[in-house]
């Protein structure tokens, strides 16, 4: 959930900033991006994108046992898919709001995939998710550990 939730926030304002809707969108739109991107974004996730990820990782022919190469794999697949799926999504929501260009819908969801995952993966993979890593070891295992004594 954290994960899903940092990647949700940095996107949105992402989104918001290349396409010059900082500022042109009020501070409740922006919540309500957020809030529907998170529920969107979770239920992907946990459903479909997740479990596709693990499975394509864990079919692969190298050593399980380095903990690195699993993290990055399962990071890159889950980018991947969430990328692919979560683009849509925005299309979608480009289309409702009447901001969808005047390109062809293949022409915009490719732009829009490319933008995403270039900045995407380098964030999943630099800053969220060894913070999120970081915070779940420092503050969740270490309370069910303290728990369990």
């Known amino acids: 959930m954290m994960m899903c939730f940092g990647m949700v926030i940095v996107?949105?304002?992402?989104n918001l900033a290349i396409n010059?809707?900082?500022?042109?969108?009020?501070?409740h739109d922006i919540l309500i991006q957020i809030?529907?991107?998170?529920?969107?974004?979770?239920?992907?996730?946990?459903?479909?994108v997740g479990p596709v990820a693990k499975k394509i990782t864990f079919s692969l022919p190298f050593d399980?046992?380095?903990?690195?190469?699993?993290?990055?794999?399962i990071s890159f697949f889950m980018v991947v898919g969430m990328v692919l799926l979560m683009s849509l999504y925005a299309l979608g929501v480009s289309y409702v709001m009447n901001s969808l260009s005047t390109e062809s819908f293949m022409l915009s969801y490719l732009?829009?995939?490319?933008?995403?995952?270039?900045?995407?993966?380098?964030v999943q993979l630099i800053i969220i998710g060894p913070l999120?890593?970081?915070?779940?070891?420092?503050?969740?295992?270490?309370?069910?550990?303290l728990k369990a004594v």
């Open 20 to 27: 010059g809707l900082i500022g042109v969108m009020s501070f």
């Open 64 to 73: 399980k046992s380095k903990k690195a190469y699993v993290i990055i794999s």
């Open 35 to 48: 809030t529907i991107g998170f529920i969107v974004f979770i239920l992907l996730d946990i459903f479909i």
């Open 11 to 14: 996107m949105v304002f992402y």
């Open 111 to 122: 732009f829009t995939v490319i933008k995403n995952f270039v900045f995407a993966f380098p």
């Open 132 to 145: 999120v890593r970081y915070l779940f070891m420092k503050f969740v295992k270490k309370s069910k550990v």
